[in-house]
């Protein structure tokens, strides 16, 4: 027996050193937002010095993808991203080997859903909108829950993950709850938790009707509270239910722990802390706990507060132990603490997925190729001409009637109307957005058509969170004159006139891993002139976003042309 036990513990620590066969040197002395290596890595040096293929590295996705839940459905990886007040809301990616991802759409496709402040009309709800969600799928459907701070709690479905999404349903009418999760158990019940952040971050777990289009608040037990405790998710293993969750506690930081019971009934006593702070690292806090295909467990998980780049996305290895999945590297003790390198996950055994690497949606030309006639299959998108690739976002749930993809086909219209605010870019209802990223090097380039542009419009290529900072074109007196913004204030004091009669012009961004943006112009698409610099910033609980912007403080006139927006590493 003892000779049996001396095996068993030398195999489990094989198994765990092969698990985080990684650099202590890479582990330790990442220096935060340095992302000179990032995501699939072709080798890495392991412990013993040996070179091996087949790692990636922290973060898998440096830009802002916050508030994460993810899930494992065949040989497919999904995941969610909250995304306040831009619009369509609440991406959802999606992933082979849940290193390499892509955008396979947005769930939330009208935010005026949740609340008429989330429209163009009157854009007020900066730092709020869609909060952190969970995604289950369930008898084979997905689900969607998700938290809005001054609205509620809602659900939405979809047979497949890149919809259509159905319309929302209201499970909570109430303000100041977030970070929701949802289970159902092994007798098919359905629970639903969600926690009061205004009342002593306090989380209850309700019963949730079969089809998840209701939950009973009456029957609602308390099974946590305090110290900031959220962003929970409801997980089961091996006889256990789990609600992970993260802490906060002032002068140690945030971390992550569980708590679980073997009945959804049961009062969850037992506790137990699974990651440290990790504040070198930002806190890796919020995500979900996922199985590879080969029975190692993962935490896909956001990380970062304050910064430019916003909460970017790791990748940590969970490993279970005494029935706990602790996490990050655990070679020290536990709970465990950050990884920045480690072994690829095992890849899917479909020879077909394992060949396709997915990588996130930037550059877009406008050119959507539109079904002459109509095609009798199952819709998996939206066929409308107004369909845009699913990396963009409005400020808010736009004005339909002022973009088109079809009024010149190949090209994006966008009219100019007044904004809520004189010259207020944060107020204006026709900046279509993407989230930046903290790389190397960044450079994004967009080809305007001007030609179109009335009195009192401004147009062309802006970088905001809170702070803003734009390059364009302003038109003033029947004439047209390159402009620099920071904050609504203009930096041009001398206007430089583009020239009259002018037609193309070309706008770029360059940025590197410090978010010092270099602006500048073209006027033939080859040779672009310096034209005013801005640093980029985190606000509202976001990254920064790059955008287009189109507006006119005097008038609903005008518009502008875009060609292309090519976003190259």
């Known amino acids: 027996m003892k000779q049996i036990l001396l095996i068993l513990l030398f195999s489990f620590f094989t198994l765990h050193s092969s698990f985080f066969s990684l650099s202590a040197q890479n582990t330790s002395s990442q220096v935060w937002g340095d992302w000179q290596r990032w995501g699939e890595q072709p080798h890495f040096t392991s ?25 494992r459905v065949g040989d497919d990886y ?41 429209g163009w009309q009157q854009m007020d709800r900066y730092g709020r909108g869609i909060w952190a969600g969970t995604l ?25 993950a890149e919809g259509p999404w159905e319309p929302l349903t209201t499970l909570l009418a109430e303000n100041g709850w977030d970070d929701c999760t949802a289970i159902w158990d092994e007798q098919g019940r359905a629970w639903f938790a969600g926690t009061c952040f205004r009342d002593g971050y306090k989380t209850y777990l309700f019963p949730m009707a079969d089809d998840a289009r209701s939950i009973d608040r009456s029957r609602a037990r308390l099974v946590n509270e305090g110290n900031g405790r959220e962003a929970s998710k409801l997980i089961r293993h091996d006889g256990y239910y789990y609600l992970i969750f993260s802490e906060h506690r002032d002068g140690i930081g945030r971390y992550v722990l569980a708590k679980r019971d073997r009945k959804m009934t049961g009062s969850f006593s037992e506790e137990r802390q699974l990651l440290l702070p990790c504040r070198e690292a930002n806190e890796p806090n919020q995500g979900g706990i996922i199985e590879g295909p080969d029975g190692q467990w993962y935490f896909l998980t956001h990380h970062g507060s304050g910064d430019w780049s916003g909460r970017i996305v790791s990748l940590l290895p969970v490993t279970w132990y005494d029935g706990w999945p602790m996490m990050g590297d655990t070679r020290g003790g536990m709970p465990g603490s950050m990884v920045w390198e480690a072994v690829m996950p095992a890849q899917m055994k479909n020879e077909e997925v394992k060949s396709e690497k997915l990588s996130l949606q930037r550059s877009d030309d406008f050119d959507y190729p539109r079904p002459s006639t109509p095609d009798p299959r199952p819709l998996t998108f939206d066929p409308r001409p107004s369909t845009l690739a699913p990396q ?3 400020n808010y749930q736009p004005r339909e009637d002022m973009y088109s993809l079809t009024e010149r086909p190949g090209w994006l ?15 204006a209802g026709n900046t279509l957005t993407q989230r930046s990223f903290r790389t190397a090097h960044n450079e994004v380039t967009v080809r305007f058509d001007i030609s179109h542009l009335a009195d009192g419009q401004h147009a062309g290529l802006c970088h905001f969170a809170s702070n803003s900072g734009c390059l364009g074109v302003v038109r003033k007196g029947g004439k047209t004159f390159l402009e620099l913004r920071h904050d609504d204030r203009s930096l041009t004091p001398d206007p430089s006139p583009v020239g009259e009669g002018r037609r193309y012009l070309w706008l770029r961004s360059t940025w590197g891993l410090d978010g010092h943006s270099q602006f500048s112009y073209s006027l033939d698409g080859d040779h672009f002139t310096p ?7 985190w606000g509202y609980y976001r990254g920064d976003r790059i955008g287009i912007y189109c507006y006119n403080n005097d008038a609903d006139e005008g518009y502008i042309d875009v060609d292309y927006l090519h976003y190259a590493f």
């Not at 219209?413 to 107020?427: C, G, I, M, T, V």
């Open 136 to 160: 289950r799928h369930h008898n084979g459907r997905f689900y969607l829950f998700f938290g809005a701070p001054d609205e509620g709690y809602f659900m939405t479905s979809a047979e497949k």
């Open 531 to 537: 034209f005013g610099t801005y640093d980029l910033s």
């Open 78 to 118: 999904y995941a969610i991203s909250s995304t306040m007040q831009f619009s369509p809301g609440m991406t959802i990616l999606h992933s082979h080997d849940l290193v390499n991802w892509e955008i396979a759409g947005n769930a939330v496709s009208d935010l005026t859903q949740i609340s008429r402040a989330l």
């Open 413 to 427: 219209r966008l009219h100019a109307f007044r904004p809520l605010e004189h010259d207020k870019l944060l107020k």
């Open 392 to 394: 963009w976002q409005w």
């Open 47 to 71: 412990v013993k010095g040996e070179v091996k293929s087949g790692s990636f590295r922290n973060p898998i996705i440096p830009a802002d993808y916050s508030d994460l839940d993810c899930i």
